[in-house]
């Protein structure tokens, strides 16, 4: 909400919502301010008793569903709003009416994440719980039986946790001590575990990994990280026990995934999306992807279409399964490491559709001058932010490319997160 001319964040609120809240921090510039909730004096219409009691809008701590409490139309109300408003800048964009569910969204949108990520914490005397953490805190809290993750989940992160307790592991901050946890599944119900640790060779790990795969993990890897800093992975995982990767089908094509990479939490909502981007993105000779990851969108495309396929993508594991996904699917792409911050791959010829799918912080600046420089027909946009999309949008707006279609996805209910695509066409 805005206060005069500063926007303030009220934790656990909602827009539209009327709250009682107490300014904690202010950014140095005095634009920005962080609040705390004192009280909900009305209550917006349609509230509703969320599905969880570790959910902060029950008074639970975990910070992971801001916006459970609210139906899933207000849900889509407040979401179609935040990409008009994001997108309101971009010449010819009409405001959006509908948010995208996947048809296999439930009407409670609960087990849908594919993913659940961990911080290792112990409560109570020697219990070693996975947890989240308190929204806008370093409190870790817990979060035993979340029902939004695919319930393979929770069985997998139980028995780690009951592993861990009993072997008396050691938690960070405690020296070599485990960290995080992260753990994907397929809609099979195979799952693959990935370790933060402060050393690789701990003798408990092999016991952790064969708890986990005796609750269903196909297999589990292990990376270091004694760094004093948020990040959570970095350094490569390696194999600890079991498979390296499981196999999910993504509509036509089938995707080797692993818990160590990035994969979209929501699979069934990427597979439409991914089946959308390669219709708009149409018929090409040679197209890229850009921001890859595991290939999804462009073998997706490549599928269908059956033009040239080049992938560009930072993290080297990515890169691997990505070329197993190419091989696996009997198609014929490239793909390869680059660090895009420092501009466009050099070779690969000149496509004449390229897909972009950048993480949060958007396009990075020297892909955006590069590419309205080098001037393929299309760009199609997948984007899980839209104001870093709105602003990419208008750049290249303005550099002679038109908007021809936006559409919004519910990829993350119960959040006030939102994917879109975005096409672009070169004018003449
Ligand atoms: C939103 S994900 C999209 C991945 C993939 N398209 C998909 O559908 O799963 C963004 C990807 O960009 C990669 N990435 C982040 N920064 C990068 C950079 N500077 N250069 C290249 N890739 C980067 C991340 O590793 C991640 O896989």
Redesign the pocket.
């Known amino acids: 909400m805005e206060v005069g001319n500063v926007r303030v964040f009220v934790a656990g609120a909602v827009p539209g919502e009327e709250v009682k809240a107490v300014v904690e921090s202010m950014a140095r510039n005095k634009r920005v301010a962080w609040a705390r909730m004192l009280e909900r004096p009305a209550d917006i219409e349609g509230r509703v008793r969320a599905p969880c009691h570790h959910a902060a809008p029950n008074r639970g701590k975990c910070g992971g569903c801001p916006w459970m409490h609210l139906p899933a139309q207000t849900q889509t109300l407040l979401k179609v709003a935040r990409v008009n408003e994001a997108l309101s800048e971009v010449p010819g964009v009409q405001p959006l009416h509908r948010l995208h569910r996947a048809p296999e969204t439930t009407a409670d949108m609960l087990a849908y994440r594919a993913r659940g990520n961990y911080v290792v914490f112990r409560s109570g005397g020697d219990r070693v719980r996975l947890g989240s953490w308190q929204a806008r805190t370093n409190k870790p809290v817990k979060m035993e039986g979340c029902p939004i993750v695919r319930p393979v989940i929770n069985d997998v992160a139980d028995a780690i946790a009951a592993s861990m307790t009993a072997q008396k592991v050691p938690i960070h901050p405690e020296k070599w001590g485990a960290r995080y946890v992260t753990i994907r599944a397929n809609s099979e119900g195979a799952s693959h575990v990935d370790l933060v640790v402060g050393d690789a060779r701990s003798r408990w790990i092999s016991d952790v990994a064969e708890a986990a795969m005796a609750a269903g993990a196909v297999g589990v890897s292990a990376s270091v990280n004694r760094e004093s800093g948020n990040a959570i992975r970095v350094a490569d995982s390696k194999v600890v026990a079991g498979a390296d990767n499981f196999v999910e089908q993504m509509g036509d094509i089938s995707l080797r995934l692993n818990a160590a990479t990035?994969?979209?939490i929501y699979p069934e909502v990427?597979t439409h999306m991914y089946a959308r981007a390669a219709e708009l993105g149409g018929p090409a000779e040679l197209a890229w992807d850009l921001?890859?990851?595991?290939g999804?969108?462009g073998l997706t495309w490549q599928s269908r279409f059956g033009g040239a396929l080049y992938g560009?993508?930072?993290?080297p594991e990515?890169i691997r399964l990505a070329n197993l996904n190419s091989r696996d699917n009997n198609l014929r792409a490239r793909f390869a490491v680059?660090?895009?911050?420092g501009g466009l791959p050099r070779t690969r010829g000149e496509p004449d559709l390229v897909f972009v799918?950048?993480?949060r912080r958007g396009l990075?600046r020297a892909i955006r001058s590069q590419l309205q420089e080098l001037g393929p027909e299309r760009i199609v946009y997948m984007s899980?932010d839209p104001d870093s999309l709105g602003r990419d949008l208008v750049y290249l707006s303005r550099g002679g490319y038109g908007v021809t279609a936006v559409e919004a996805w519910d990829m993350m209910p119960h959040t006030q997160h939102v994917e879109v695509i975005a096409c672009l066409e070169l004018r003449n």
């Open positions: 990035f994969f979209q990427a921001y890859c990851g595991v999804g969108l560009v993508e930072s993290v990515s680059a660090d895009l911050t799918n950048p993480p990075d899980c």
